[in-house]
């Protein structure tokens, strides 16, 4: 049975994160969610604009809905493609750019991150240092 | 007048459409709406991931909303054709992509059939194994 | 750590519960959602009224979110009570009369269910045989 | 100009609420808000049920949103009081019990603190050390 993200673990990954954006000089929102898709914590870097919160949330709550870096959906999203509307066909929006990540115990997926406010290159970078921080625990 | 899907019949097609899950080896959520587009009933197999649940659930809806194939939708709301915006144009969400059918008695529409979790093949396959089993009652 | 809720215990969950509602004379949806609140598996009776389908859902979902039977709140939430509102206080609506209970592992809270279509003293009496043939397994 | 509360002065805060809550056994979440009402930073306690965490949030925001105590709403909003029916008077609901406090820069509000998971008491306790560990900074 796979593990759970405690509120520990997850501010050490925020914490990680936080380093990562003022080393890259990015003001962002990072956001940790349990398996559900459930908020586990939060934290805005001084001067990352307010549109960035929801944002990082709902990246790492569309990776925690489908297993998935949420910039796999990108290309099968797009007008003639596939999946085209995905990202609006609930009632909660999923992000189909980068910056949202699965964090997974095992095989199993226990959450996910999102990571919002610089380009998506940094909004990844950042996510990549939470999910890891957290996955070496 | 038309008939009615039971609820046993919405089970024994649930039913079916597992099986055909496992043997393509897809995880996913399989859901039956009545004429009006209402919930009879929906199963989420093991490991299905959450954001599957709603758009199985909005897949059926749309097919029995319209009363054709979700996947019918797809050329005409694309950027430039006739009914671009038609999937947020009112407030629920229509899905434009394949996975939801109609259920027919006869020439009446009696319900729908929506299946999301896999590639759009596999949740079209599936949702015509519940569809068939469905009518076949 | 706690199991999960499999989805064929989900259904033999609402087989039993089926069973009940017919016992009772009573038309009803019957839901069962996972620990993070997200459905399972739903039924609705034949003959039972499309409302109850998201009652059904929100009385599982309740319980879930707050690891409580929904009629603890009842008392909590009336006009001079502590907790007045609370029902309207977030996004999705919480449900504060009966019919919906928490599903234990143990300690552990693994998910909920949610009955509505009768008085609430049989969708209690329903929802606590799915329950009891969950937690059997 | 009031200062405003940093993300470092945020967590610190939360840490003492964490600190708080564990002292009182209460399994909670735990947000600060800004002045504008958004997000700067909330934790989930471990164990602290996932219906907590849009509650805490709303607290918060509706501390900022009229510079009063949650609280301080409670008798107005009933019915036949004054502002009945204000706690959704918006698109977004306001929180009308204990556990939301403005916080204060001399005579400014530059944010907001809400604690949702255990009585009202406990959750005014916590927040009011969140408070003012923000405050002192």
Same mark, same amino acid.
């Given at each position: 049975? $796979? #593990?759970?993200?405690?509120?520990?673990?997850?501010?050490?990954?925020?914490?990680?994160?936080?380093?990562? $954006? #003022?080393?890259?000089n990015q003001r962002s929102t990072l956001s940790v969610v349990d398996e559900g898709g459930h908020l586990i914590a939060s934290i805005r870097v001084d001067d990352a604009a307010f549109g960035t919160i929801e944002i990082a949330q709902n990246k790492a709550y569309t990776a925690a809905a489908f297993r998935q870096p949420t910039a796999a959906w990108m290309d099968v999203v797009q007008p003639g493609a596939a999946l085209y509307g995905l990202e609006r066909s609930c009632s909660r929006p999923f992000v189909v750019f980068g910056g949202g990540f699965p964090v997974f115990d095992g095989d199993s997926v226990i959450g996910g991150v999102g990571v919002s406010g610089g380009p998506v290159e940094a909004d990844e970078a950042i996510a990549n240092v939470i999910v890891s921080a957290i996955q070496e625990k």
């Open positions: 049975m $796979a #593990k759970k993200i405690t509120h520990e673990t997850a501010l050490l990954g925020l914490t990680a994160g936080i380093r990562k $954006a #003022k080393e890259l």
